[in-house]
């Protein structure tokens, strides 16, 4: 069985489309842009100010701007409650998930976007059909094996369950990545006398970083957001993470919203501010072609 | 260039364990339940007992049925939703004005907003004595206490409207990414052609969306078929089993009653019927037949 490199078809990027322009101003801009734009950043701001004003108003106040600011229900949940500890754990799961499909991801799509190999199609068949499977149903099976591997109520358990209904997605956009990498650059690199290791880390790792970036974050957000594994196969409270505090918050505190708001701004706040920060390596990275692998 | 064989294999490897053992693994296992009376809180009686939980979930599970059929509500509604104002979204924020790099963050950041944060904020909202309704009716808009998620005639919109706040993002994204892949020589022939801008989005843009749309709605309507976070935390499927989806009512099942043998057979149904939308779904759409 002989392997060979796929050399992929070398496609030029085309250059930025400029923007078009039109020479006089277009008054029908503010009724097909501006109007429905500002409509539906009104439908995605509202829900996240009225999480701000109650957690920042004391308690008994009805205002809609919250002056001056109050800490005391950042201080019931964080303290009292516990929220300290479930966002101590949910960061634990949410870096040692990103870490683990960050590297397996790299792994697994540099193998598919570089080799040729037997069972290659049934592998990327096979994980695009995990997208089909839903973790809502694998729960009873995943719970007896859990239980017999006695990863019950450890945050390393979580982190596995997470990678492993990750790994697959990410598997493919990483396949993506690399392969819009130019595979001269790493040959060139192996003719001048650098292993295909050598040639990978120092020719082609650092091309991937805006991948890195993006696959990484997204895996962080995905463990961080994980509510159904973190619910079932951690019923101590010592290991809650911040979404099952938040959903016992739900109905513990039916009537103290300020407590509600709080947890939730803890909660969002890391990851809406990754999220900022990514999301333009997402469209560019899906853009050029990631998602048709 | 040739390699030694082992080196594509070594690197897919731990992909394929945690595959086996996470997600292959239990399928056949719940499979195999399927087929059992499996009851955590009564072992004694566990065993084989063939088809008897399908019989018992086709001919007398009323709840089944109706999950069954909210669950297809739930779908068509959301995705179709979620799909137009998706697409709508994505042009909005394809075109070129000041300040398109902050718009974009901001609207697409519910995305990165979990089921149950996304519950919590909108239980803020909804909430009869200090929510938006009761701010409303202050400035003399509808009635005070007004409840919409404790009222069967607006718990549906109600949820329908969060998740769309949290799903509209998934398809703007992924509908801009390809929007931009759009060459836009095409704009201009068809601008000489004398296209106006309807007929060029007719038929440039959409036929060039043609695959992206396809996909994007399938893995959403099949992530919907399977949302359990928002709707068990919003409103715990009801009032009165009213919002119950098939995988709630799997997840009920399993955590609640401990009815391993009888939620399996449920999943395996939400399995078989999530296969054969897919592929149907593919077929209908044609998809990839242009290339």
Redesign the interface.
Known sequence: ?????IRPATTVE?PP?????RKHRDPSRYFR??L??VL??L??????Y??LV?AFRPTGQ?S?VPWPITFEHFDTVWNGIGFGLFFQNSLIIGVGTMIVVTV?AL??G???AR?K?RG?RV?LL?LLC????????????????FKSAGLLNSLTGLV??D???Q??LA?ILMSGFVRNVPIELE?AA?VDGCS?LRAFFAVTLPRLKPALVAVGSFAF?GA?????FAL?FASKQDKFTL??G??Y??GEFNTD?GA??A??VI??VP??L???VV??F??????A?A?KG | ???R?W???A??A???V??A???V???A??GW?SLRQHTVTQPWKNGFIGFENFRRMLFEDQLFWQSLAFSAKWVVVEVGLQLVLGL??AL??N???IGR?F???????????????T???????Y?PS?G?FQ?LAQWGIGDPGTSVLGDPATVFPATVVTEL?RGVPFFA??L???L??I??DL?EAASVDGAGRWRQFVSVTLPHLRD?IV?STL?RA?WE??N??LIY?LTGGGPANQTTTL??Y??RK??DSHD?GY??A??MA??VI??FF?ILYLRLSKFGSRT
């Open positions: 069985m002989t392997q060979t490199l085309p489309a400029p923007p078009r322009r842009l501006h429905p734009l539906y950043l439908f995605t701001l509202i829900p996240f009225w999480m109650f009805t809609l397996f792994m697994g540099y193998a598919l080799f190999f290659q592998f096979a995990t997208q089909f499977i839903p973790g809502a149903m694998m729960l009873i099976p995943l719970f007896v094996i596995i369950a990678t492993a209904f790994l697959p598997l040959e192996m295909r957000i961080w957001n994980n509510f159904l079932m979404p099952v938040l959903s918050a739900l919203f509600l708001a947890g939730g909660a969002a990851v809406v990754v999220f900022a999301q333009r997402l469209v560019q990275g899906l853009s072609g998602v | 260039m040739r390699t064989t080196a594509p294999y690197l897919i731990p992909t394929l945690l595959m053992v996470f997600l693994y239990p399928i296992s719940v339940f709508v979204l909005i924020v075109e070129t004005f790099g718009a974009r963050a901001l609207v697409f950041s519910p995305w990165a907003v979990s089921g149950v944060l519950t919590g904020i909108w239980i803020l909202l909430n200090t938006i701010q706040w994204i992924l801009l990414a390809d931009q892949t060459p836009n704009y992206a996909l893995l099949v078929f399977n359990v976070d935390t995988p709630l799997v997840a399993a955590v391993f939620g399996s449920l999943t939400g399995f999530l296969l897919s």
